[in-house]
């Protein structure tokens, strides 16, 4: 495959699951109580995505049944405090294509839990069109053991003025994890987590 039908195949997997998402994240208040079953029925439609959809990984693979995840927690939700930069910055996340402007960095939200504090800048891709979804590309501690070592990607929900759900039960690998033809978006430095998140997407068996 060559570079240019990967990269239509890139947006259109990040499509397939921020379009999951985003329906489910819509549909679920902010003060509603943690619900497994959202985060079980995001995974089943994604799972679905990738086996019957042109051009996903797992197109009308009969061996593909699922992907591995940890078992849906709580202690992986955080409502974070969101900050916005005055003026979102030009990123290029995008190795393949040097200087292109893919994304804009927008803020950053801060992390805590008991001692633990971090912090995570949040991105708007260049194609999306909605004003409140925004993307966390983010590496942690259990990167390389149980979770792709390339890091995970998040997608959440922003409105300025609020405080923003960041739950990680969603977060999910880029499809270069599981097909190395694909091309995926790069994991910045300043977002590294300094422990590990045990929830989301674990790492997929083979390529």
């Known amino acids: 495959m060559n570079i240019k039908t990967s990269l239509v195949f890139l947006f259109a997997g990040v499509a397939i ?7 489910i994240m819509m549909l679920t208040p902010e003060t509603e109580p943690f619900d497994p079953r959202n985060i079980l029925k995001f995974r089943e439609l994604k799972n679905q995505s990738l086996s019957q959809r042109v051009g996903a990984p ?8 699922s992907l591995h995840y940890y078992p849906p927690t709580e202690k992986e939700r955080y409502r974070a405090e969101v900050f916005w930069l005055p003026s979102p910055e030009e990123a290029d996340l995008m190795p393949d294509r040097p200087g292109y402007t893919s994304h804009l960095k927008s803020g950053f939200v801060v992390l805590e839990k008991e001692t633990w ?8 891709n260049s194609d ?11 590496a942690d501690l259990s990167n390389g053991r149980e979770t792709y070592g390339g890091g995970r990607y998040l997608d959440v929900v922003l409105k300025k003025g609020k405080t923003a759900i960041l739950d990680f039960n969603f977060a999910y690998n880029p499809w270069c994890a599981y097909k190395e033809h694909f091309i995926c978006a790069k994991i910045p430095a300043e977002n590294h987590l300094s422990k590990a998140v045990e929830a989301g997407e674990k790492t997929y068996p083979s390529k």
Do not use: M, Q
């Open 117 to 124: 504090r971090d912090s995570l800048y949040f991105y708007k």
């Open 58 to 65: 797992f197109y009308l693979d009969s061996a593909f049944d």
């Open 17 to 23: 699951v921020v379009g999951i998402f985003f329906s």
């Open 128 to 138: 999306e069109n909605s004003d409140s979804l925004y993307f966390i590309p983010f």
